[in-house]
């Protein structure tokens, strides 16, 4: 099985001090670079977090903190990663819920302003669990017909991407329109395709802070566009604005805006929320 790609596609996978978005930090990011010629570009950095990698996570990865002392911080190899991603899709496992938003996250504390909604993010976890509804290695037993463990070290970046990369091209061999009778459980191998069937919610931001909502009008009828189709907007989905319109609150609150950048939420959600105000800014100053 070959990938059929219009762009390069980041098959990736990271370790971290934890699961924490917000306040953890990566100790290492594996990476393989699949370019739609089919080559390869493998990259593996181990990662110095600037603090103490906790017992169950050293035990879990094998990576200590001596392993770590003289490697560079993500800061140090922020631009390298910049420059070798850009143009990029991704692809990983559970990736959309944790991998994509901790790596925004460490760009961001970089000072880089990596957009991953201009990207396509493939995640061969939602494809397995919403086909046939379980971890990486029982992903690999399944499409791969092997035990991970007769193959990898678990619970390492680079050895963990690797079985990603198996899974994935074993997923699209599986569900390949020829394979399958049902039109349900066919995959086509295109890029938009499995960007679309990873998403397995609204979040506008990686944390679900800021969510899509269909636009109704006075009557409660959905309000469509040229084509046909239903117009979202971006509402709140926590605090005491949940369900309001972003923009109707920034216009009614503007002290809302100046609360969240300087209270404890994720750099992403920050981000989303400032593209926000100075998109509607533009359109204002425009009219």
């Given at each position: 099985?070959?990938?059929?790609?219009?762009?390069?596609?980041?098959?990736?996978?990271?370790?971290?001090t934890?699961?924490?978005i917000?306040?953890?930090?990566?100790?290492?990011?594996?990476?393989i670079?699949?370019?739609?010629?089919?080559?390869?570009?493998?990259?593996?950095?181990?990662?110095?977090?600037?603090?103490?990698?906790?017992?169950?996570?050293?035990?879990?990865?094998?990576i200590?903190?001596?392993?770590?002392?003289?490697?560079?911080?993500?800061?140090?190899?922020?631009?390298?990663?910049?420059?070798?991603?850009?143009?990029?899709?991704?692809?990983?496992?559970?990736s959309?819920?944790?991998?994509?938003?901790?790596?925004?996250?460490?760009?961001?504390r970089?000072?880089?302003?990596?957009?991953?909604?201009?990207?396509?993010?493939?995640?061969?976890?939602?494809?397995?669990?919403?086909?046939?509804?379980?971890?990486?290695?029982?992903?690999?037993?399944?499409?791969?017909?092997?035990?991970?463990?007769?193959?990898?070290?678990?619970?390492?970046?680079d050895?963990?991407?690797?079985?990603?990369?198996?899974?994935?091209?074993?997923?699209?061999?599986?569900?390949?329109?020829?394979?399958?009778?049902?039109?349900?459980?066919?995959?086509?191998?295109?890029?938009?395709?499995?960007?679309?069937?990873?998403?397995?919610?609204?979040?506008?931001?990686?944390?679900?802070r800021?969510?899509?909502?269909e636009?109704?009008?006075?009557?409660?009828?959905?309000?469509?566009?040229?084509?046909?189709?239903?117009?979202?907007?971006?509402?709140?989905?926590?605090?005491?604005?949940?369900?309001?319109?972003?923009t109707?609150?920034?216009?009614?609150?503007?002290?809302y805006?100046?609360?969240?950048?300087?209270?404890?939420?994720?750099?992403?959600?920050?981000?989303?929320?400032?593209?926000?105000?100075?998109?509607?800014?533009n359109?204002?100053?425009?009219?």
């Amino acid at each position: 099985m070959k990938l059929n790609l219009t762009k390069p596609l980041i098959v990736f996978d990271l370790e971290s001090t934890g699961l924490d978005i917000v306040s953890d930090r990566i100790i290492q990011i594996s990476y393989i670079k699949v370019y739609p010629n089919q080559t390869e570009e493998r990259g593996n950095l181990l990662i110095n977090p600037g603090k103490a990698i906790p017992a169950e996570v050293a035990e879990l990865t094998g990576i200590h903190d001596d392993d770590v002392a003289t490697a560079p911080t993500f800061k140090a190899v922020a631009a390298q990663l910049e420059s070798t991603f850009k143009g990029c899709d991704f692809a990983g496992f559970n990736s959309n819920h944790f991998d994509i938003p901790l790596l925004a996250e460490e760009f961001l504390r970089a000072g880089i302003d990596f957009d991953f909604s201009k990207c396509r993010l493939i995640d061969a976890q939602t494809i397995f669990h919403k086909m046939e509804k379980r971890n990486l290695a029982a992903a690999y037993k399944f499409y791969c017909g092997r035990k991970m463990e007769e193959d990898f070290e678990a619970h390492r970046a680079d050895q963990d991407t690797e079985a990603t990369y198996k899974v994935l091209m074993g997923e699209l061999d599986m569900y390949a329109p020829g394979r399958q009778e049902e039109p349900e459980r066919q995959l086509d191998n295109n890029m938009d395709v499995l960007n679309e069937f990873s998403k397995n919610n609204n979040n506008v931001d990686f944390a679900g802070r800021i969510v899509w909502k269909e636009m109704k009008d006075a009557q409660g009828k959905p309000i469509l566009d040229k084509d046909g189709k239903s117009q979202m907007q971006e509402v709140f989905n926590f605090g005491k604005y949940k369900g309001w319109a972003v923009t109707d609150v920034l216009h009614r609150d503007s002290g809302y805006y100046s609360w969240m950048l300087a209270s404890e939420f994720t750099n992403n959600t920050k981000q989303v929320l400032t593209r926000i105000r100075l998109r509607e800014f533009n359109k204002n100053n425009n009219h």
